[in-house]
């Protein structure tokens, strides 16, 4: 089902507000629909959260999937409502690439099919075990989302995070606004995933993504990871924005376990 908004442009968006609103209650009214896919990333959400009923959206008991501008939306939804949505491929880039990526596909199809997943993959990171809440998404979307009604508040969390075209420096800066509003301090481990678009300057002075790494490591007190298979790139996972994580990493090697996002 592709809604007509999809192939509009208006402006930097798809369509006006209204129409990309009515866009979402034909997702939800549809029977034939299942899973919402989001088309792209971009900007737009930001404008339509404080119209949406996020109750009646979860209600209809369809799933949700996307990233980048889409974690405006999955994270109000999980604030509003406690609504489970997924982060992950979307349908212009992902499934609509002239290949598509099949550790993509293969992921996203398997989390998706069952009530439980599991991953290993490399994270560079300290030795870890421990569960909790698995949230996050981009990052320039959740610094603004912050001290806002839409803003779910995440204790004992395993918080992920990707962006792109944002500079090391612009990174550290929003995760001390996150730290600032305490929002780091109440999760328990922070994994970072693709951050790519950027090419370093002169004023940068080889300040790059490890030394800003290292930076938030030494001075933030946070368990924090790299290399999660997730962002603006080609390969991506597939991961249930509010639901559990088991995590373990040990020697640079991390076994995930999905769950309690099916329902």
Not at 179 to 199: D, I
Request: net charge negative; hydrophobic share 45%; glycine share 12%.
């Amino acid at each position: 089902v592709v809604d007509p908004t999809c192939t509009g442009r208006w402006q930097r968006f798809s369509a006006p507000d209204d129409e990309r609103l009515a866009a979402i209650q034909r997702m939800l009214a549809n029977p034939g629909v299942e899973l919402a896919v989001a088309a792209r990333g971009g900007y737009g959400w930001s404008r339509l959260l404080d119209r949406l009923d996020f109750k009646a959206i979860a209600a209809a008991r369809k799933r949700w999937l996307g990233h980048s501008d889409f974690t405006a939306f999955q994270l109000a939804a999980l604030a509003h409502a406690g609504m489970k949505t997924f982060a992950g491929p979307m349908a212009a880039y992902d499934f609509g690439a002239e290949t598509p990526s099949a550790f993509t596909l293969d992921h996203c199809w398997g989390l998706l099919a069952g009530d439980e997943y599991e991953v290993e993959c490399a994270l560079d990171g300290p030795d870890f075990a421990g569960e909790g809440m698995l949230w996050g998404g981009n990052l320039a979307m959740i610094a603004h989302l912050a001290g806002t009604p839409h803003m779910p508040r995440v204790d004992d969390g395993i918080l992920f995070l990707e962006d792109i075209g944002e500079h090391p420096y612009r990174v550290e800066r929003m995760l001390y606004q996150l730290h600032y509003a305490g929002v780091l301090t109440r999760q328990r481990a922070v994994l970072l995933g693709s951050f790519t678009g950027y090419e370093l300057g002169p004023n940068d002075n080889t300040y790059d993504a490890a030394a800003m790494v290292a930076h938030v490591r030494a001075h933030l007190g946070l368990h924090v990871y790299t290399g999660l298979p997730f962002g603006h790139c080609p390969e991506k996972l597939t991961l249930p924005v509010g639901g559990r994580c088991a995590m373990t990493v040990r020697d640079g090697r991390a076994r995930l376990v999905f769950s309690d996002y099916s329902g």
